[in-house]
């Protein structure tokens, strides 16, 4: 439970964990979490917990006001535990009055904006892939990823802000500015290589990260 309610929000969070990428997700969430139970009550849907229907019954019962998913997606849907659909255009409606981030591929494109269409504060998402690197070494110590921290670490700036009550414009800003440092720091040490492209990729990223309106 949060140990100050002075400026608490309800905040829903999932935790998928079905491969490599959402394992890395799963692990900056922790951290994520960990800012979160400070000043806020919190709605953890951790792993197998991650399915539509209870995500569904927390958003029907709990006034949420900022939803937080993680995992992989499509331009319509977001995926959950054994990659059942947990939100897509059917369900979208339960999104009305929350702000949502959402860290997964290409759901920016249609999802966003079906969301806002029926009354949702605010949508942050990607349009195209979110892409992560990472070092094969380092897949049972996310934590301990030096190239896989350039991605999160900027990524998961845009959930922190919102949880701070920042507008989505605000959190979309910070974390422009969160991957133009990731970008200074690949290219100022011996991480950016040819081979693992890392500054393409943040740039990517960095492009295609959208606030819908």
């Known amino acids: 439970?949060?140990?100050?309610?002075?400026?608490?929000?309800?905040?829903?969070?999932?935790?998928?964990?079905?491969?490599?990428?959402?394992?890395?997700?799963?692990?900056?969430?922790?951290?994520?979490?960990?800012?979160?139970?400070?000043q806020h009550q919190v709605f953890h849907l951790d792993r197998?917990?991650?399915?539509?229907?209870?995500?569904?019954?927390?958003?029907?019962?709990?006034?949420?006001?900022?939803v937080c998913l993680n995992?992989?997606?499509?331009?319509d849907r977001i995926l959950g535990h054994r990659q059942e659909t947990l939100l897509d255009t059917q369900n979208i409606e339960l999104l009305s009055g929350t702000t949502a981030h959402v860290l997964a591929c290409n759901t920016a494109k249609t999802l966003g904006p079906?969301?806002?269409?029926?009354?949702?504060?605010?949508?942050?998402g990607y349009d195209e892939?979110?892409?992560?690197?990472?070092?094969p070494t380092k897949i049972s110590q996310p934590l301990q990823d030096d190239v896989a921290r350039l991605f999160l670490d900027a990524a998961f700036?845009?959930?922190?802000?919102?949880l701070d009550g920042k507008s989505c414009q605000e959190a979309v800003k910070l974390t422009q500015n969160a991957y133009r440092r990731s970008i200074q720091e690949a290219?100022?040490?011996?991480?950016?290589?040819?081979?693992?492209?890392?500054?393409?990729?943040l740039l990517w990223n960095l492009k295609h990260l959208k606030s819908c309106q």
């Open 1 to 38: 439970m949060p140990s100050n309610l002075g400026n608490s929000m309800r905040i829903l969070v999932t935790s998928p964990e079905t491969d490599n990428i959402t394992r890395y997700l799963r692990a900056w969430t922790k951290q994520l979490l960990e800012k979160a139970y400070h």
């Open 48 to 66: 197998e917990k991650v399915t539509r229907k209870h995500f569904c019954g927390i958003l029907r019962k709990k006034s949420i006001n900022v």
């Open 71 to 75: 995992g992989h997606g499509a331009d």
């Open 114 to 124: 079906s969301a806002m269409a029926i009354g949702t504060r605010g949508y942050i």
């Open 129 to 135: 892939r979110f892409i992560m690197l990472s070092r």
């Open 157 to 162: 700036t845009a959930p922190k802000a919102l």
């Open 187 to 201: 290219l100022n040490s011996d991480i950016q290589s040819d081979q693992d492209r890392c500054v393409g990729f």
